[in-house]
């Protein structure tokens, strides 16, 4: 089996190859630097540029490419968060539309931020309404682009992802704090974080490749979502560190400006989906998977 992965060098995508190797399947990583990375027996790493007469047969196409949100949110920041996106996007509709034989499936990369945020608002993939914040505008764009896949008859699935916690990503952040000994609720506290282990991710993302009957939306998130100064307290036991100085709301929004919403304001985000489907989280509990992740 051959399958096509853009963002292949990036957290979650390092993690999903590895998974996908051991499994015996070729992979092959569109990347804007091929020549930084070795090739293997199982991967091989392509320029965006390539011919689609150089590829195999491709039996699926993975999208997770796109800048960091990570970052003071300057309108230059903003630009290359879209445009990386869409970019990536419009280089993998391109390449499925030349191949001779379509894919079997197309799982690209969007998020919860779709939805906007609300303080007291259940999200599951029934949702349809969007929120009217930036990243809400990036992924309905995101995802709008993608949709031209569907109209080449191949089954598209947006798998919408939470908070990734890992040794990567979001976590080693939220944790500086905590590590520091002066950790505590960030804002308000009451902002529900909606999060997934990597593990999960990864196991998730799978698991809509070869179910034949997912497509359309999948919030790729825990199914118990955590208000902050609750998944804080629980990040500082397991690292037993005190939990008591609270951050105030003005000093995040100093640091991290327009990004600070990604902290301060909250999502409750179910996968309903993957539940119905049948999916059975590894970590469903935030205790369990920071432990995962730290010892």
Known sequence: MHILITGGTGFIGKYL?????????HIWVLTRSPEKYNNTQMVTYLSYHICVQDLPSIDAVI???GESLFGYWTKRKKKRILSSRLQATHKVISLIKQMETKPNVFLTASAVGFYGTA??????EKTTKHGDDFLAHVTVKWEEVASEAEKLGVRTVYTRFGIVLGKQGALPLMSLPIKGFVGGKIGSGHQYMSWVHIDDVVLLLIFCLFNKSINGPINITAPQPKRNKDFLQILASVLKRPYYLPV????????????STLILDGQ???PKKAIDFGYEFKYDHLEKALKAIYY
């Open 17 to 25: 190859i590895e998974a996908l190797v051991e499994k015996g399947y």
């Open 63 to 65: 999208n997770l490419a």
């Open 268 to 270: 409750y985000v179910i």
């Open 119 to 124: 303080s007291d608002i259940v999200f599951t």
């Open 248 to 259: 105030p709301s003005f000093l995040i929004r100093g640091v991290t400006g327009e990004m």
